[in-house]
């Protein structure tokens, strides 16, 4: 009687559909599964899980943000997550980094970004929390609370990069400022990709042919 009792409670509940919709149920299942490795695989979503730089133009519309940082001092000592995540503990961090990621992904994929990118307020606090921390000894440092005018309330009453403008992205962060770097981007392009266009390399060459050997024409 128990048994039959248990047995009867476990298939009252079960997800095994009736024999006639098994295969169709299989055919579903494993299409939905297929496609999300596939969405995992296209967007890259490992290397968020890391601290690499270049996880965060996976989305092309970082590029700009990329290129300026790679070109700017905070290269050498501070990374996107040293900036953008909090680095109070290892919960906060990949909470706030699962929580920004989602968002991202969604305005990317539905094409809804705006025009000029800014900082959240969430993310500002963050930021500006970051940059106490990483320059709290020049934030109490005594030398510029005697020689820079209203410095200890100018510390306190605005974000840094009100004043600290250009650092590190720079006022102005679209392509068609910042331009593209010369290096190849891997995870634009294939690894050891040509960065200059066949059909312009076969142009330089063909002038380089011409100018040395005038006769040739």
């Not at 300026?68 to 990949?94: G, Y």
């Not at 290096?183 to 060459?205: C, D, G, Q, R």
């Amino acid at each position: 009687m128990v048994n039959y009792r248990s047995r009867r409670f476990l298939f009252k509940y079960s997800l095994i559909p009736q024999k006639k919709w098994r295969l169709a149920a299989i055919i579903l299942v494993a299409s939905f599964l297929g496609l999300g490795f596939y969405v995992l695989k296209l967007s890259n979503a490992v290397s968020y899980l890391s601290d690499d730089p270049k996880a965060c133009i996976n989305c092309h519309l970082m590029t700009p943000q990329y290129i300026t940082w790679n070109h700017s001092s905070h290269r050498e000592v501070a990374h996107c997550n040293d900036c953008h995540v909090p680095q109070d503990n290892l919960f906060s961090k990949f909470y706030f980094k699962a929580k920004d990621g989602l968002y991202h992904s969604s305005i990317f994929t539905l094409r809804a970004e705006p025009q000029v990118i800014k900082a959240l307020q969430p993310s500002v606090e963050v930021i500006q929390s970051n940059c106490i921390r990483c320059h709290e000894d020049r934030v109490v440092d005594t030398k510029l609370t005697a020689s820079v005018a209203d410095h200890a309330v100018h510390r306190t009453d605005r974000t840094c990069w009100e004043c600290h403008r250009e650092v590190p992205h720079g006022r102005v962060k679209s392509l068609s400022s910042v331009g593209l770097q010369i290096e190849n981007i891997e995870v634009h392009t294939k690894e050891k990709a040509a960065v200059i266009p066949k059909w312009l390399k076969e142009t330089i060459e063909a002038n380089k042919k011409s100018t040395n050997n005038p006769t040739a024409k």
